[in-house]
Every structure is written in structure tokens, then in C-alpha cells.
């Protein structure tokens, strides 16, 4: 489970994006230690591309 406070700084970032980037479908996405790609999922959500959007984590999950 995860720290209360990791997913209220996670949807801060992500109210934080929504408010100064104008997310449409032209936007290009890097998301750098992207993790398990929740910030990228969001701004598809917002309206990004998903074929516009990359994620890299040097992290390997199980």
C-alpha cells in the first residue's frame, strides 16, 4: 500500500500539470522515472496521444 502522503503529492502534480500545460492530443510526453506510468495514464486521460506519450524508469519491476 502506499504513503497517504506519496498519492496526494502525486495528484497534486497531476492538478498542477492539467493547470499549466494545455494536454491535447499535438502534446508529446517524456515522463523520466515514469515508475508504474501513473502520470503518463493521467495525461492520456487529459487527452495526450498514448503513441505520443514515453515512459522510462531504470527500475525493473517483477
Avoid at 5 to 16: E, F, N, S, T
Avoid at 26 to 55: F, H, Q, S, W
Wanted: with cysteine.
Amino acid at each position: 500500500m502506499e504513503p497517504v502522503a506519496r498519492i496526494l503529492a502525486r495528484d497534486r502534480l497531476v492538478r498542477m500539470l492539467n493547470a499549466y500545460v494545455n494536454v491535447n492530443s499535438n502534446l508529446t510526453v517524456l515522463d523520466v522515472g515514469c515508475g508504474n506510468g501513473y502520470i503518463l495514464r493521467e495525461m492520456i486521460n487529459l487527452g495526450a496521444k498514448p503513441e505520443n506519450c514515453l515512459g522510462i524508469d531504470l527500475y525493473q519491476s517483477d
